[in-house]
């Protein structure tokens, strides 16, 4: 089994920053794409970005110039930087990560896997 834990949320002021990160623990063979979602009550979630294990990253056009994903492989573990965070940022930040693990018979398995999330709250 694998879990993916996102942690790094809080509370910060407007124009503050964080990076939230989000990683693999358990028997992981290799992380392919790493997605970062963004919810707020009563609604969807909604893609913000998109980390491919080749490196190449996409971002909401909304999200552009304030959000950064990048990897460290070392640590099986994604970080989500978030610049000049304002109060519409505020919400739960979810990752889900296209991963292969190897199970109890040591068969590698492809899966889908999602964290927790990690609160955001910006407010003064």
């Known amino acids: 089994q694998v879990r993916l834990v996102e942690s790094g949320g809080g509370l910060v002021q407007p124009g503050g920053s964080l990076r939230l990160s989000c990683t693999a623990s358990g028997n992981v063979d290799s992380i392919n794409a790493v997605e970062w979602y963004f919810q707020t009550p009563g609604n969807e979630r909604d893609l913000v970005a998109t980390?491919?294990?080749?490196?190449?990253?996409n971002y909401q056009p909304s999200m552009k110039g304030r959000f950064t994903v990048s990897r460290d492989n070392t640590k099986n573990t994604v970080h989500l930087q978030i610049d000049n965070l304002k109060p519409e940022d505020t919400g739960v930040y979810f990752c889900?990560?296209?991963?292969?693990?190897?199970?109890?018979?040591?068969?590698?398995?492809?899966?889908?896997?999602w964290g927790q999330g990690t609160q955001v709250t910006v407010s003064s």
């Open positions: 980390l491919t294990k080749s490196g190449r990253t």
């Open positions: 889900a990560a296209d991963l292969t693990y190897y199970n109890l018979a040591g068969s590698p398995v492809a899966e889908r896997t």
